[in-house]
């Protein structure tokens, strides 16, 4: 028997790591969940944002052809799809950004990573956590059960405090290019999957829709921002759906 070839990359979001995929889906040799740069035991990023968008396409299996990214995971799989469109036939991007168009817009978000960055350089992991968890972006998040959110505060503070500064100096939403252009031109299969109650993304979502008519966008009520923790079974559902349903099943699921 021929063994099985990797097909598919998982890409986490900012403070997890590639074991964040276990939770939508069991361990699999066709599946690829890393840990990204800065995160973990995974090396710093160096040079910059692009830098190490291309060191990762270089370590990658030449037999992955899709890629799954959520959040900062994401926007790193759009910037995957933007260098090299032809390795992917399908991408399925959860609750993530295309990039700042407005060059203010990428100051000012430079300038609010840069508070975080501070915050881990000065203060360490600790208070860095605690900050973090209380953004208004994962209110959802307070009504799931204790050992949930205790598992996802001890891998947030087992993370290397200059690691993930060094992962938001370097792949943080202000250094990221727009990846707007490539997404209109790319020719795979595209879903977009967004939580019901994460309005700021589904407003993203929608953008990206109206840019691209041919994307499948997936909502999932009852969800923030974060499907990953708030429902992985649903989350696996709607993304094995989106890996089997034929070209002609309907662009717009509510699930």
């Known amino acids: 028997m021929s063994p ?3 097909r598919c990359l998982l890409l986490h979001g900012f403070t997890g790591s590639g074991a964040d995929w276990s939770s939508v ?26 830098d190490v968008i291309r060191a990762l396409l270089d370590t990658l ?8 990214g959520y959040s900062l995971g994401g926007r790193i799989a759009l910037s995957l799809i933007q260098l090299a469109p032809e390795r992917f036939r399908s991408a399925a991007i959860i609750s993530a950004h295309p990039g700042l168009l407005d060059p203010a817009l990428r100051e000012q ?3 609010a990573d840069q508070v975080w960055i501070d915050l881990l350089r000065d203060q360490g992991i600790d208070a860095f956590v605690t900050a973090w968890e209380h953004q208004p972006l994962f209110r959802t998040q307070a009504r799931l059960a204790p050992e949930i959110l205790a598992r996802q505060r001890a891998q947030r503070l087992s993370q290397r405090p200059e690691g993930l500064a060094r992962a938001l100096e370097r792949l943080g939403l202000g250094e990221m290019p727009s990846t707007w252009e490539a997404l209109a031109r790319y020719q795979g299969r595209l879903d977009w999957i967004i939580g019901g109650e994460d309005t700021r993304f589904q407003a993203i979502a929608h953008e990206v829709l109206a840019h691209r008519p041919a994307t499948w966008l997936h909502v999932l009520e009852d969800v923030g921002h974060n499907p990953l923790l708030e429902a992985p079974e649903r989350l696996r559902a709607c993304l094995e759906h989106a890996k089997t349903s034929p070209s ?3 662009r717009i ?3």
Request: aromatic letters at 4%; zero cysteines; proline letters at 13%.
């Open 25 to 50: 889906f069991p361990e699999d040799p066709e599946r690829l969940a890393l840990d990204l740069p800065g995160h973990l035991t995974s090396p710093d990023p160096t040079g910059d944002y692009l």
């Open 253 to 255: 699921s509510i699930a």
């Open 248 to 250: 002609n099943a309907l």
């Open 109 to 111: 978000r430079r300038l």
């Open 61 to 68: 299996p030449t037999s992955i052809d899709r890629v799954i």
């Open 4 to 6: 099985v070839e990797t």
